[in-house]
T-cell receptor, first 113, second 111 residues
Framework: NAGVTQTPKFQVLKTGQSMTLQCAQD?????MYWYRQDPGMGLRLIYY???????DKGEVPNGYNVSRLNKREFSLRLESAAPSQTSVYFC????????????FGPGTRLLVL | LAKTTQPISMDSYEGQEVNITCSHN???????ITWYQQFPSQGPRFIIQ?????VTNEVASLFIPADRKSSTLSLPRVSLSDTAVYYC????????????WGAGTKLIIKP
């Protein structure tokens, strides 16, 4: 039981490049989330998927797109990376919704030059 | 919008009990209070959740007064490994109870 896994662990991009962050969970959870965390700050919600087939914007969705590929996988795409997107990205999942315990992945550190 | 206020940092010593208080003056009737712990270079980890009075698990206790405008996380007999950032969270009832993450409290445990 791996919990929540994220790939890659670290990535360097040039401004304008695109990339997809992958997230998978093996806990049969319905809800999945993408957060970003900037230095010294709390997490900010980018997008979430309450259940398979649905996605909704969070607090800071601009510059990102998501895909809930199936119940296990939830990907985050940066179409044209900007230095302001330099951050640590966390994926999380919960059984159903925000009130349930969220289980977080190890994070992806992204540097945009 | 639900918002929490907690100390930016705290120090304590091994073996002591640590209490971290969080204020959430505009908590909605149906909101729960949730605490997470985050170690450097790791994702947050759930510690405890409560609605009112007292909740205890194997890691911590959570005290919530009757007016629910504040809560206190209590960590008994801390060790060096409890050095982490602790987040107090309430759901935003206007947006499906999305959790609003502040900067948290950086707890440093000294030997």
């Amino acid at each position: 039981n791996a919990g929540v896994t994220q790939t890659p662990k670290f990535q360097v991009l040039k401004t304008g490049q695109s990339m997809t962050l992958q997230c998978a969970q093996d806990m049969n959870h319905n809800s999945m989330y993408w957060y970003r965390q900037d230095p010294g700050m709390g997490l900010r919600l980018i997008y979430y998927s309450a259940s398979e087939g649905t996605t909704d914007k969070g607090e800071v969705p601009n510059g990102y797109n998501v895909s809930r590929l199936n119940k296990r996988e939830f990907s985050l795409r940066l179409e044209s990376a900007a230095p302001s997107q330099t951050s640590v990205y966390f994926c999380a999942s919960s059984y159903t919704g925000f009130r349930e315990t969220q289980y977080f992945g190890p994070g992806t550190r992204l540097l945009v030059l | 919008l639900a918002k929490t206020t907690q100390p930016i940092s705290m120090d304590s010593y091994e073996g002591q009990e640590v209490n971290i208080t969080c204020s959430h003056n505009n908590i909605a009737t149906n909101d729960y209070i949730t605490w997470y712990q985050q170690f450097p270079s790791q994702g947050p980890r759930f510690i405890i959740q409560g609605y009112k009075t007292k909740v205890t698990n194997e890691v911590a206790s959570l005290f919530i007064p009757a007016d629910r405008k504040s809560s206190t996380l209590s960590l008994p007999r801390v060790s060096l490994s409890d050095t982490a950032v602790y987040y107090c969270l309430v759901g935003d009832s206007d947006s499906n109870y999305q959790l609003i993450w502040g900067a948290g409290t950086k707890l440093i445990i000294k030997p």
